[in-house]
């Protein structure tokens, strides 16, 4: 681990300290993932069955989950891992609930009501990755806030297995969201099915969901042709942890493991003003390593993560908004206290006892964060981002007398006479 | 204007009915875009003056608007505009406000508390845009919700007048919002010193506004290199409107050329249940173009319109829903009795005496919209866009207590045991 003293680097220094892993697609994979897309937009299922037979390496003849298959499914899952999705998808309902936005009117002048109308996307797509291990998790955070939204048509991907079956708890998960159809599809060719559609599958008009770097590269792709919306950019997961010398190294060593062991790419900082306590979170980590099965998946992420000693907390608080983290972990005596300085973060973690473990799975927080920098201008995923937001106006015969002739006098100053004369015949017949 | 029944048209005809003017960009075009942003990016200030030289004609050292200039704009604008843009702001304040979204806290279990917090975005780019003519009313558009969302940086661009001056109306409606730094740049060079900052520019976050095929790709490119988010991909203007036997031609023919007239590739379409109503409107808009000031233009964009016959008005509101129009007219006798059946839209306009204009300039809702199909997932500008929400979680001793076994059992589930390790760890501590 890298560890830098803040106020010893200049401005450069600075910059490289903050810098994540280069995030350029290699030529090969844009040129791979574009050919891939070009195909199932034009050969559509048939296209589908051969890409998935050579990447996934299973024939499928039809790739919807079957009512028999979701069935099995039920049955195939541990009782203790249903009843843990439950109660997660419980809590996760009950935050995103009361977090929707809500319609409203205003009377801007009499007879002039503006109003916000909330209507669902209608056509959603959820992937579900299944890369290194199935994700139900993620099956959780994007479907109950498409049901919430009350989206028409729901559609998820997740990558077959060998078998030719999905992953039993990915569909009791989907089950648990109201997300009735499931298609083994994974990868770009997901991507592709979901942008374009296909003879068996609808085309989507926002596509939602974490994946590796082919499927991120997809969606770019899709989304940059204008063929669907996206949730957002994506990269590799990432954590800041933000520890004052009273904080349990043990517990700051668990959390910066637990970002690292997600892939060797995981960015992984933690500031303190305190370098007792930077050293033995160096030390910690070293520790509960050696027990841990994705150990050198962790160390990789580590070999590029910093530990900075920084002069003051508020100096950390200036770092973190500039890095722009997905998750902020506040390892503090007061974190509350501190929360004001906090401008910049996809999701914060308060204090000794709130693991980012927590807002991963079960807390009632989304785990679909913007990461590499995006929560600069970016949200997690919300039930408003399966929603379009409608404006709607209604002026009455009061109404255009009121506020007609101030339409008038701005469409004239911008030379759109017609403007001005849809108004102006109007205040005629009214007059 | 083409003809079309709808019911007589097949499949392939109907798609070809709904298809937009082709928005391909030239190469040309995205070839002379990434010559210039990479100038930019690596000239900074030395290649705005050298750009702003080539295509405004104008010799600028500096970019800022002065204080001298803005007390002499506040002169050199009428009293009568002065008041109009003053009482639109008013009612645009009013109805943003009023549909702020606001932060929350739910204990999702004994000991858990998860919320959402919202910041501003710290550094926004507005472009005003004054190719034809300049559009104080897109300053007011995008300047007022910045204010509310109270970003720590706004920054304004608007194209010099070959005098090296700013439209003094821009300048006036900026100031109203509370803008106080205008730059005198237009066009991709704008969008890139926003976008990457230069020796006197701050880089932003996030780029608002509409602008020409030159803005719009700017904006495009600049987003794709992750530099930088964007309000939403643009396209020229649209407007559909859905009439009934008993509108008023001449009010229709008025909003159909209001649309017209912004630009040729402005699209129009009307559809009605009533071919009688079509036939008035076709007769009063060769009418009312004989009076018009920018004719050419909107006949231009009239010989891509449409007006098309349909068997019902439930059948124009299928359409309209897969057109996904920025603006949609409901010049039916009982507009609101229909709003249940507008699933897609960018904002929609009731009744009669509710021209798109209205919402142009001073209802109070925002301008700055989705267009070409971009309806189906993405909403118009509000205060929202310029604000981030971030999710916190703080869980108590109880709360990791109470939540704790839930994490870790679907943390194994996914095999990540650094999650389920760092959950474990608490739980011991509290045991």
Not at 129 to 150: D, E, R, V
Not at 363 to 380: D, E, I, K
Not at 403 to 429: F, K, P, Y
């Amino acid at each position: 681990m890298n560890r830098l003293q803040w106020s010893s680097l200049d401005q450069v220094a600075r910059r490289d300290a903050l810098r994540r892993p280069v995030q350029d697609v290699a030529a090969a994979t844009r040129e791979a993932v574009a050919a891939l897309l070009a195909d199932v937009r034009q050969r559509g299922d048939v296209a589908l069955r051969e890409i998935t037979a050579r990447f996934d390496q299973v024939a499928l003849e039809t790739f919807e989950v079957s009512e028999a298959e979701f069935a099995l499914a039920e049955t195939r899952v541990d009782p203790a891992l249903k009843d843990a999705m439950a109660e997660a998808a419980a809590r996760i309902t009950a935050f995103h609930r009361a977090g929707m936005t809500q319609p409203y009117a205003v009377e801007t002048a009499p007879g002039v009501v503006c109003e916000r109308m909330i209507r669902p996307i209608r056509r959603v797509g959820l992937y579900v990755p299944a890369g290194t291990a199935p994700l139900p998790s993620t099956a959780l955070m994007l479907g109950i806030p498409a049901q919430l939204a009350q989206c028409n048509e729901v559609v998820m991907c997740t990558p077959p297995r060998r078998d030719g079956s999905a992953d039993p708890a990915v569909l009791v998960a989907a089950r648990l969201t109201g997300v009735s159809r499931v298609l083994k599809l994974g990868g770009a060719q997901a991507i592709a099915a979901m942008a374009f559609g296909t003879e068996t599958i609808g085309k989507c008009d926002k596509l939602f969901g974490p994946g590796n770097s082919y499927v991120t590269e997809a969606k770019q792709q899709v989304a940059r042709s204008g063929s669907v919306a996206i949730d957002m950019p994506a990269g590799p997961s990432e954590v800041l942890v933000i520890a004052d010398a009273g904080a349990n190294a043990a517990f700051v060593a668990a959390d910066l493991l637990s970002q690292a062991e997600h892939g060797p790419d995981s960015q992984v900082l933690l500031i303190s003003d305190d370098a007792t306590l930077l050293a033995n979170v160096e030390a910690e980590i070293e520790t509960q390593l050696a027990s841990l099965s994705r150990a050198d998946t962790a160390r990789q992420a580590l070999s590029g993560s910093r530990l900075i000693l920084v002069d003051s907390l508020a100096q950390a608080f200036a770092i973190s908004n500039d890095y722009a983290p997905e998750h902020l972990i506040l390892a503090l005596r007061d974190p509350r206290a501190w929360l004001h300085q906090v401008q910049v973060a996809g999701s914060v973690f308060l204090g000794d006892f709130t693991p980012e473990a927590l807002g991963d799975y079960c807390s009632g927080t989304n785990h679909v964060l913007p990461t590499n920098g995006a929560a600069a201008a970016y949200s997690g995923v919300s039930v408003a981002s399966f929603q379009n937001f409608v404006s709607v106006q209604s002026a009455s015969r009061d109404g255009i007398g009121a506020i007609g002739a101030c339409a008038v006098t701005l469409a004239r100053a911008e030379g759109l006479d017609a403007h001005a004369n849809a108004v102006v015949l109007r205040l005629e017949a009214v007059a």
